[in-house]
């Protein structure tokens, strides 16, 4: 036994001094063996070039290439998916590449959907694409996607078959034949589980509509999967803003009866109903606490409330405006809820968080626009501290610009672990608008065309110009904005202004220029103060005809003001906004005056969501001017109230009227409300309506000479329709006068047209 052990261990001591030698020889022999490639060889190729396949390939001439990477090459090439096969070998310096190109995708050709939007949708929904390589097996996955598309849009039924049609030896048509079928129908909606929460009022929270002859415009009554998600999810907030901090629900489609309508069910699971205890905050021993005080009266409002989680958002958004107002760095914060029976303690927990920097913000996809102009717009710099939520307020502000398609960002790591790299990238869009305008009323109409220009030279200045015409009146206007005229990010803006007012009836003539400047800056959140400067020159001239008033009047004028004003913006965007308000208030003052005079002016709009197809606005407008001492305001100042706050009436064309002409007058009200209609119009036509309500009154004047009608308020409702036209976006007003004075001119149609460049 033991010889035997011994002889073992000699074996393989002997082996040894063999077998090293001969892994180490192995192991350079595969390491060194290459091949030099001097030359390429590749056949099978008809669509994709040589030059392409060697840049996909990343192959180079005249270096060794050996097992690895030979198969780099084959990787690289499958994963163009230009091939369904490929075969690489190195024979005599030569690498030779064979290759079988996938088919190839002529056209995609759309049956059975008559429908532009849907044909759109379709295309960019399919893995499949024109003029690209034809991957059967993503064939099967299309038809899914589609099959979910129409399932989202109504068309449980709908039936989807993708075919080829050989158009050579080696590209296809492919043939999408779309058999939508009807939408299914929500025949029922039932609640099963709920104890504290009535029927009715859940059939209020969810989206889903039971299907009814008076709904036919509803879309909401067309059963999808996508609706059951959104109606849980909705079911699931309510519920938890209602202190229902354990529910949940399963909604589920019961089935689909024989006349393809759906049954719909939603399980609900209510918990207990809890309430908030206690709110605290646990502050980190490097903070002063104090700072933090004043969340105490914050966390007196819910406590004994029903649990919310929007409530526990409310409180931290105090949390963070607190952060913001005492500069405080490097803070984060989370939140814990602890169950004590039927309620909930809620702590808020404020640590200081990783020291990170930010190294460097880069900007991309800017080709027209400045650099520059992105980075005016950022909260943030190069060297601060690293905070997600002031990134994201840069983003806001750059977006609010309204340069941008669109804008988002990227964090990466730095050259050191407590560095941050930002990118940020922009869209760009057309930010040059031509738009033009007519109205037609009792009296003839009115024409007018503008051009904007958002971004001039791509510097994020605006430029605009706007003429206005009827048969007595010519008026032009030059704006030009400077949204960050200085380090500070203030707004300045100037304007040019001409109106020219001929009017042999009544027996006089005026021309008015004006120029004004004037600058806005941010005192506090969402708070501005605005100053400026205004002068005009005004020439009347007057004939034998024309009133008395207007005779005293007649001579040139010329006068300097200054004027102030504060705005409160808290709309959530400025363009097409759905909640929030924005609140105007301005005054002028005479610097120095042939005539003087003060203006007063006021305008408020709140906008709110009733859902998420329909946007409310209520719009109030208040404005005055008054002669100081025996001054009368002049004609070309007094007040008039526009087509765009009084529909249905021509500018200029309501209140006192002196001579048989309106002049004016010393005071202007309106208020307006305007919402949009569900979308009833096929989504083809891009196209949508909304509904408004006028009321306006003008009136006062300085002299007793004139026919003020102050009592008559006047009144109008009318019908907007908005259409996406092939040339650009088009707007149609028609309105009916519901109440009116005898001296007014009405207007019942008008429409404007704009574009893009």
């Excluded at 006068?559 to 965007?573: K, L, M, Q, V």
Aim: charge should be neutral; aromatic fraction near 10%; glycine fraction near 6%.
């Amino acid at each position: 036994m033991g010889k035997n052990n011994h002889n073992e261990k000699n074996y393989l001591r002997n082996m040894r001094f063999f077998l090293i030698p001969f892994i180490v020889l192995l192991c350079f022999y595969s390491k060194s063996y290459a091949e030099v490639v001097k030359n390429l060889d590749i056949k099978g190729n008809e669509r994709i070039s040589t030059e392409t396949i060697k840049i996909y390939g990343k192959i180079n001439l005249n270096e060794n290439y050996n097992e690895t990477d030979l198969n780099n090459v084959l990787k690289n090439l499958f994963e163009t998916e230009f091939f369904e096969d490929v075969k690489v070998e190195i024979k005599n310096n030569t690498l030779f590449i064979s290759v079988k190109e996938y088919p190839f995708i002529n056209q995609i050709i759309i049956l059975g959907e008559k429908s532009n939007n849907y044909k759109k949708q379709i295309k960019k929904v399919i893995t499949l694409k024109e003029k690209r390589a034809l991957i059967k097996s993503n064939v099967a996955s299309d038809i899914e996607k589609l099959k979910s598309m129409y399932s989202s849009a109504g068309f449980n039924k709908a039936k989807i078959n993708i075919k080829t049609k050989k158009v050579t030896d080696n590209s296809f048509d492919i043939l999408i034949d779309i058999e939508r079928g009807n939408k299914t129908k929500i025949s029922s909606i039932s609640f099963i589980g709920n104890k504290y929460i009535s029927n009715r009022k859940l059939r209020d929270v969810v989206v889903s509509e039971e299907h009814k002859f008076w709904k036919i415009l509803s879309r909401n009554t067309n059963f999808s999967e996508n609706l059951l998600i959104l109606d849980s999810r909705l079911l699931t907030n309510y519920y938890k803003s209602n202190g229902f901090y354990d529910i949940k629900i399963n909604s589920k489609l019961a089935k689909i009866n024989n006349f393809g309508q759906a049954q719909l069910v939603y399980s609900i699971e209510e918990g207990k109903r809890y309430t908030i205890n206690k709110i605290s905050t646990k502050v980190d021993s490097v903070f002063d606490k104090k700072i933090f005080l004043p969340l105490n009266d914050h966390y007196k409002k819910y406590v004994g409330d029903y649990y919310s989680p929007f409530k526990i958002k409310k409180l931290l958004e105090n949390l963070d405006d607190l952060i913001d107002e005492n500069n405080l760095q490097f803070v984060e914060h989370n939140v814990l809820e602890e169950i004590e029976g039927d309620s909930i303690n809620i702590t808020l927990n404020v640590f200081e968080g990783e020291k990170t920097l930010i190294e460097r913000i880069n900007v991309s996809g800017n080709t027209i626009t400045n650099e520059n102009v992105i980075r005016s717009e950022l909260i943030i710099d190069e060297g601060d501290p690293f905070s997600n939520l002031n990134i994201q307020k840069s983003i806001s502000e750059i977006k609010s610009r309204n340069l941008f398609k669109n804008v988002k960002y990227e964090v990466s790591n730095g050259t050191k672990k407590n560095l941050k790299i930002v990118d940020i990238i922009v869209e760009e869009q057309p930010t040059g608008e031509i738009s033009a305008g007519a109205g037609i009323g009792t009296n003839g109409g009115t024409f007018a065309i503008g051009v904007k220009e958002k971004n001039w030279l791509g510097t994020g200045r605006s430029v605009a110009f706007d003429i206005e015409v009827d048969q007595e009146s010519l008026s032009g206007v030059l704006n030009y904005t400077d949204p960050n005229y200085d380090f500070l990010g203030n707004t300045l803006n100037y304007s040019i202004s001409s109106e020219t007012n001929d009017k042999p009836d009544q027996g006089y003539e005026n021309s008015v220029s004006a120029a004004s400047i004037g600058t806005s800056f941010e005192q506090y959140r969402n708070i501005f103060l605005t100053l400026g400067l205004s002068a005009s020159y005004d020439d009347l001239r007057t004939t034998s005809t024309a009133s008395t008033s207007l005779k005293n009047q007649k001579g040139t004028y010329k006068d300097i003001s200054g004027n102030y004003g504060f705005s409160f913006d808290s709309r959530d965007r400025s363009f097409m906004p759905t909640s929030g308000s924005i609140l105007r208030i301005g005054q002028s003052l005479p610097i120095y005056a042939d005539k003087s005079f003060i203006a007063n002016s006021l305008s408020a709009s709140k906008y709110k969501s009733f859902n998420e197809n329909v946007v409310g606005v209520g719009k109030l407008y208040l404005s005055s001017i008054n002669g100081l001492g025996s001054d009368d305001v002049r004609i070309s100042k007094r007040k008039v109230l526009g087509t765009k706050r009084l529909r249905g009436f021509e500018k200029n064309k309501i209140g006192p009227v002196d001579n048989n002409d309106h002049v004016g007058g010393n005071y202007a009200a309106a208020v307006n409300f305007e919402a949009n209609l569900p979308t009833i119009l096929p989504e083809d036509t891009n196209a949508d309506l909304s509904v408004f309500l006028d009321f306006g009154n003008l009136w006062g004047v300085d002299y007793d000479s004139s026919i003020d009608d102050s009592n008559k308020i006047r009144s109008s409702t009318g019908i907007i329709a908005n259409w996406i036209s092939p040339i650009g976006p088009m707007n149609f007003i028609l309105s009916q006068n519901l109440s009116k004075a005898s001296t007014d001119t009405t207007q019942g149609f008008s429409f404007n047209l704009g574009t893009t460049f």
